[in-house]
């Protein structure tokens, strides 16, 4: 069953796109991922979704029903991208808040506040005097308190300390082995790439594609950066690789198979060695070329 489905999906802000012609479908259980570099529409289609906007043209449905009619927000669980919270209300307050305002009762609030280090005492606190971590921590244990079926999340590691980002990765592995529905949205590839069983890819208002992760890796290439302490051995790498840029001793390569590469470099001195992560705009380039 889907759990999301969009249909020619598409808002405009006067003359600028927000989101144009999008067609989506989620899966109940899975954990899709939304990438795209900020502006791309992520959060229009999210606010869409949510029925926080309405559609230029184009429906989407949650469970079946038209997001317009469907009365399911005790089955949603949402994390705004820009968090938006009344800084006169304390911590806790503002969780009983939102739990009224039609999560359900917050069942798992304890443990999600234990595992995202809220203590009482910062939830005694008055919101106002909150951290941008803090409050992104709040958004969290808002959205999971009422241990939705679906999770919209937009930007879920905004502000979080790397401890903090794996506290958030593990709720969403959690929530794919109990059978949720995760809709996950963000301009990190390493987040998706972590989290997701298959992701859209969005720029400028427009779907690229959706692929599962593995075909996302495969896209993307692999890229090496070497740095030799005397001359590279260029001829060597070639054999092995693509290369694409030379600095001195220092040789980017895009690599298939790593260890053909490995036994060249054991050959020789290597100062540093890195795989850098691909940008957006690379990775929808080469998606581009290959559809096109």
Do not use: W
Not at 90 to 108: I, K, M, V, Y
Not at 170 to 191: K, M, N, P
């Amino acid at each position: 069953m889907s759990v999301i489905e969009t249909r020619d999906l598409t808002h405009y802000y006067g003359t600028t796109v927000g989101v144009d012609g999008l067609d989506l479908r989620v899966e109940a259980g899975e954990v899709f991922g939304f990438l795209g570099p900020n502006g791309a529409g992520k959060t229009t289609t999210i606010r869409l979704l949510l029925d926080l906007i309405r559609p230029t043209r184009g429906e989407a449905t949650l469970f079946g029903r038209p997001v317009g009619e469907a009365d399911v927000r005790g089955r949603i669980g949402y994390l705004p991208g820009e968090l938006a919270l009344d800084g006169r209300l304390t911590g806790r307050e503002t969780l009983d808040f939102l739990a009224r305002l039609g999560g359900g009762p917050p069942a798992r609030r304890a443990d999600l506040c234990q595992r995202l280090a809220l203590s009482d005492a910062d939830l005694a606190r008055r919101v106002r005097e909150y951290s941008r971590g803090m409050k992104q921590k709040l958004g969290l244990v808002a959205a999971f308190q009422h241990d939705p079926e679906l999770l919209v999340l937009d930007e879920p590691t905004t502000g979080l300390d790397p401890l903090m980002r794996e506290s958030v990765f593990e709720l969403l592995a959690e929530a794919r082995r109990s059978g949720r529905t995760v809709f996950h949205s963000s301009h990190v590839l390493s987040e998706v790439d972590r989290t997701c069983d298959r992701v859209a890819m969005l720029r400028d208002g427009r779907l690229v594609d959706v692929l599962r992760v593995d075909d996302i890796r495969r896209a993307s290439g692999r890229s090496m950066v070497i740095e030799f302490r005397d001359a590279a051995p260029l001829a060597a790498l070639e054999e092995v690789a693509r290369v694409r840029s030379v600095d001195g001793a220092r040789v980017t390569i895009e690599v298939d198979a790593v260890q053909p590469v490995i036994q060249v470099l054991a050959a020789h001195e290597v100062r540093f060695l890195a795989f850098p992560e691909p940008g957006l705009e690379e990775l929808f380039d080469t998606l581009y070329r290959a559809t096109s």
